[in-house]
């Protein structure tokens, strides 16, 4: 699908404008997301992401990992994250799926690195997904949510445009224990507005 570069650019400018909104609240999206990506190196390949949202770890997944596949259940943030991948030039790296995480149809242990950044939160059914990940990741598995202050940093911005932020149920503090559980060998790191967990099979 062709896109236009005046809709990539006008995009981007947007995309800008709004890491300096979250900045003004306390959250660098920038250093969030360098924080994860630091914590999860090196990502084994072929590389799967859970919940594409508007495309910023994609971009940091495609330009150090190359080829990927990035599922998410909306068309619409789908777009937005095609253009914000296209405005990094990095389009062709991505393969953009349209799916229902709680069951994927990839084979088992499919994917060297599965990743979910800031989407748990979010998930109808969070240990579903997480058992899907689990079920498709050969080496390495990584989940991410914001932590107590990145909440509270988020909320806030939102509650200032007048709305709430769509938190659904799920425990994240069980996501650890809960990867262990399949013979993973887990570390968590918290940080930056974010608690992650980092598994790798063992040996």
């Known amino acids: 699908m062709l896109i236009s570069q005046e809709k990539i650019e006008t995009n981007k400018k947007k995309m800008l404008e709004r890491k300096e909104v979250y900045k003004q609240y306390g959250y660098d999206q920038d250093a969030s997301r360098n924080f994860i ?29 190359g080829r990927m596949i990035t599922v998410d259940n909306s068309l619409a943030d789908q777009e937005f994250a095609r253009l914000n991948v296209a405005a990094e030039k990095v389009l062709d790296n991505v393969r953009f799926v349209v799916f229902d995480a709680a069951q994927l149809s990839y084979p088992d242990q499919g994917f060297g690195t599965v990743i979910s950044v800031n989407a748990f939160h979010h998930f109808e059914k969070p240990f579903a997904v997480l058992a899907e990940m689990i079920r498709v990741c050969r080496e390495k598995i990584v989940i991410a949510d914001f932590n107590q202050e990145g909440f509270e ?18 425990d994240f503090s069980l ?10 060998v887990v570390k968590k790191y918290d940080g930056c507005g974010q608690v992650m967990y980092v598994g790798e099979k063992s040996k």
């Open 175 to 184: 996501v650890g224990q809960y990867i262990e559980e399949y013979g993973f």
């Open 153 to 170: 940093m988020i909320r806030k911005l939102h509650r200032a445009e007048g709305h709430e932020h769509e938190e659904r149920c799920g």
């Open 37 to 65: 990506l630091d914590k999860s190196l090196p990502l084994k390949k072929p590389i799967l992401e859970i919940g594409t949202g508007k495309g910023h770890m994609t971009v940091l997944l495609a330009k150090n990992a």
